[in-house]
Structures are given as C-alpha cells and as structure tokens.
C-alpha cells in the first residue's frame, strides 16, 4: 500500500520557492478525502515524517502542514523541527482558552503559526501576539475589499500570504498590497506525491491505546507489543531520530527505546498512531519474515551467551527487510534511524557478530545448508541448533502473526 501527500510551493516575490504546503490525499485522484481533520494531519505525520521524513517531500525546504484543534490542543507537532514546519491553524477550529495555551507553548518552542483561510474576523485576535503569518484565500474577497482589510493588519509584523493567485495581474496587485508570499495554480498545481506505506497491524494499536490509559505505563509489556511489529519498530525509531531528541542518542533495542522516549512522549506516539493507522490492512507476509529473522538472530546471541546481545539481534532481525516494506534503498533509511552503529553495520553487511547472525539465516532460507554450516562453526555453534532455532522462530512468527489477525 502507498501514502499519498500533495505539495503546493509557496513562492515570494521573486517568484522563488521559499516552501510547500503539504495535503493529505488518499489515491491519485488528487483531491482531499472526507475525513477528519485530525485524522488527514495525522496521516501525513505517520506516513511521511514517520517514513522518512518530511525534508524528503519538501526537498529540506519548511513545509506548510494543516492543524486542527486536536492535534494542537494534543501537541501532535511538538516532535518536528521547529525550523523546518508552519503549523497552519485550520479555518473551522473552535477559539478557546486551552487552544490559545497549546499554541502559545508551541511558539515558545520556536514554531511558526499561520492562521489559514483568514476572513478577518475578530474572533481572531487573539491569536495575533502568537502568529507570523495570515493566508487569505484571495477569492472569497474582491480587491478592493482586500485592500481594506488589510489595513487592519498594519504594524503587527505578520507576514501576508496569498492563496489561489490565478492571475499575473492579481499577482501584481497582492504585492503592491503588501502581500510576499504567493501560492496558487499561477505559480503550480498541488503536486502529487506517493511512497510506501509502513504497515501497522490494527490488534497492535488498539493494545498499544489500552496500554497508553493506565496510570503506569507497564513497559514491559508495550515492549512486547513493538516486538511483534516491525512498522510500529520503525516509525518509534523515526520519532525518536525527531528534533525533540536530538539523533546523538544509538538505540540498541526497544526496550531503551521505550526507557529514553519517557511516559509523554510515548503516550504521544500512540495518539498519533491511534489516529492514523486503525484503518490498515492485515500484516504483510514480508512482516512474517522479519519476524521470524528477529526471533533467530535473538536465539543465536542467546545460545552465544551474548548478554548485551539479544535485544540488538532482535532489533537488527526485525530491521533487516525495511528497505523491501518501504520501498526505499537501505542507506537512506539508515541515514534517519538513531539504532546502534553496531546493528547498523550488520544491515550493511559489515563484519560482526549481528552480521553473521543475518547471514545465517539468510543461508538457511536459502536452504544453503553448506554455507550455513561454515558461518555456524564461526560462531561457535552446531548446525543442529540453528536449524531448531530456525523452526522455533518459524513457530512464534506464525503464532504471533494468528492471534493478531485472528
């Protein structure tokens, strides 16, 4: 399955790309589908910053990205990068107190604020001490009435931002209205964009929600639940790799995933995916693949006596096919993943111990019994517990892989 995005640039005077706003869509058509809100931001989170990031749409230009009450009022954007989005205020919100907070937080961590589809009401006004930028939907207005609107907005510092600009001539006039930036099918259409979808399964999510409900968090068991799943592995591992933490920390395995994100940030995480991932499909079998490979690679740091070892084989394991699910060439997705050098260089197939556990299993699934049996004498190990721990990882993947779906 694919996500699908629109990009819009955004230009300034110059006619120079300063920017894109990103849509949600859900097929080629190109159009916004009938969803909620909170649920279209939420897809474009998961699905492409989760991914591989939103600098990868936008070309590392800032990126324009629809906000709702929910997700603000929730702090869905505190995660991004604070220099590279515009949270945009949706039309339609309701103005309240505990909006007003979420967005006065969220700029004094440095983020931009747009009020989109302004109508110049005053219900507004409150927001101007927390916004730098309004967009007008140039249509709704004529010239003239645009031009007395804006004098309204005179020394407030607020940078104005033209939509639906069709025309040079309108072009012309928004600038001699103190308009500078521009966005419309003057300049260029949404553009569709669309990349592979990391799949979640719904049993998954639905575990993770009742788990994010309790007083504690049992971290041992959501442990257990990201083990399983190599989509829900992956996108805890881009959420990390975010602006709020910094790409410094190397995760060796989930579990220190899960310690270093903290109780917040993890009730987070699961909001957003609660929001956005409910509505996938049943788990791929290259999912079964991953899982079996996790499971082995953690039998043999085991039956090495490995004791630092087990976790990053499992996390090496289930990291091991990400580049067939999302559909991208492994090096850039290492390139967004904080996971330990040390896994790392096994998904590189660099020389050391996680590597060989890979190379391992890979032979056995090949059924190259020969090839095998040489990296099992490397290993220290016997032939015969590799293959029973082959079985045994072919028995919990399938195990696994039963109850949720069933």
């Not at 309701?94 to 110049?120: P, R």
């Not at 020394?155 to 103190?178: D, P, R, S, W, Y």
């Not at 790409?247 to 220190?256: C, G, P, T």
């Not at 690679?297 to 085991?302: D, L, P, S």
């Amino acid at each position: 399955m694919y996500s699908y995005v629109a990009r819009q640039p955004i230009l300034d005077i110059n006619r120079q790309v300063i920017a894109y706003e990103l849509l949600f869509r859900d097929g080629k058509s190109n159009s916004f589908p009938n969803i909620d809100p909170n649920q279209a931001t939420s897809n474009i989170l998961t699905n492409n910053h989760l991914t591989l990031g939103l600098e990868q749409i936008t070309g590392n230009l800032p990126a324009y990205i629809n906000f709702h009450d929910d997700t603000l009022i929730r702090h869905f954007p505190s995660f991004l990068d604070p220099q590279k989005v515009v949270l945009e205020i949706l039309e339609d919100v309701t103005v309240n107190e505990e909006l007003v907070t979420a967005c006065t937080s969220l700029k004094e961590k440095g983020f931009q604020i747009a009020l989109d589809d302004y109508d110049f009401d005053p219900k507004w006004q409150i927001f101007f001490p927390l916004i730098s930028i309004i967009k007008v939907d140039i249509l709704a207005f004529t010239i003239l009435e645009i031009s007395k609107l804006v004098r309204q907005l005179v020394g407030l510092n607020i940078t104005l931002l033209a939509e639906k600009v069709e025309t040079a001539q309108q072009f012309e006039q928004l600038k001699m209205l103190g308009f500078t930036l521009f966005q419309g099918y003057f300049f260029a259409k949404p553009e569709m964009l669309k990349q592979k979808k990391i799949s979640t399964n719904k049993h998954s999510i639905i575990d993770l929600i009742h788990h994010a409900n309790q007083v504690e968090l049992d971290l041992n068991a959501i442990n257990d639940i990201f083990r399983i799943d190599p989509g829900l592995s992956y996108k805890l591992l881009r959420f990390i790799n975010s602006a709020t933490y910094g790409s410094r920390q190397e995760i060796s395995s989930l579990k220190h995933a899960l310690a270093y994100i903290g109780e917040v940030e993890l009730k987070k995480f699961i909001a957003l995916l609660s929001l956005a991932d409910l509505s996938e499909g049943k788990t791929p079998e290259i999912m079964r693949l991953s899982l079996v490979r996790a499971k082995f690679c953690e039998q043999i740091a085991h039956f090495r006596h490995a004791s630092e070892n087990p976790p990053k084989a499992f996390l090496t394991g289930i990291l091991s096919l990400i580049d067939g699910i999302l559909d991208h060439d492994l090096e850039s997705l290492l390139n967004v993943l904080p996971v330990h050098s040390e896994i790392k260089a096994a998904l590189r197939n660099e020389n050391n111990d996680l590597a060989l556990y890979l190379l391992l299993i890979k032979k056995i699934e090949q059924g190259d019994w020969q090839e095998s049996e040489v990296i099992a004498v490397t290993l220290s190990l016997n032939s015969e517990i590799c293959f029973q721990a082959y079985k045994k990882s072919l028995t919990w993947a399938d195990q696994i892989l039963s109850s949720e779906n069933a």
